[in-house]
């Protein structure tokens, strides 16, 4: 590495500005280094976007670098990474929605069994209510004919 800063700087001496700037070591190893370093789990400031920016740098600028065909690896892997992250997000949605849903349900249901009882219930004291009437019914017809039998009684 410190071989290749003194080419750069010799380069640089020279006048051979491109010569020097894209004098691949050790900058394409510090921009992959940087990226590993943004990408690393234990980072707390961890910035996959950073990361990936790195290694895209490393591609676009040392395309025929031995670290280039490792940062196209990474990209695909940390784009992997984020495609699972949204559809973990996406399913996380998905089965909250459901399970409001499933809620919402369970709670008509119970709503549903409420009415029904409560019907049957009205029910219950509409065949009492028709219960009584007919009696008063059949009592009304009995005091009828108890009347009848009287008048007839008397009409003799």
């Known amino acids: 590495m410190r071989d290749s800063l003194v080419t750069a700087d010799n380069l640089f001496a020279r006048g051979d500005f491109d010569g020097a700037a894209h004098d691949r070591p050790p900058a394409d190893r510090v921009a992959f280094s940087i990226a590993l370093i943004y990408a690393h789990p234990s980072n707390p400031k961890r910035d996959l976007q950073k990361a990936k920016g790195s290694l895209d740098q490393v591609i676009r600028l040392y395309p025929d670098s031995a670290w280039a065909e490792q940062a196209a ?11 699972s992250k949204r559809e973990i997000e996406q399913v996380r949605r998905d089965l909250e929605t459901s399970q409001e849903e499933v809620e919402k349900k ?12 409560k019907s049957r219930l009205e029910l219950e004291k509409t065949k009492q209510e028709i219960e009584k009437t007919k009696q008063v019914i059949e009592k009304s017809k009995q005091v009828d004919i108890e009347i009848d039998q009287k008048r007839r009684e008397r009409g003799r």
């Open 73 to 83: 690896l990474w990209v695909g892997v940390l784009n992997e990474t984020e495609e």
């Open 106 to 117: 369970r709670l008509a249901i119970e709503k549903s069994k409420q009415e029904v009882d």
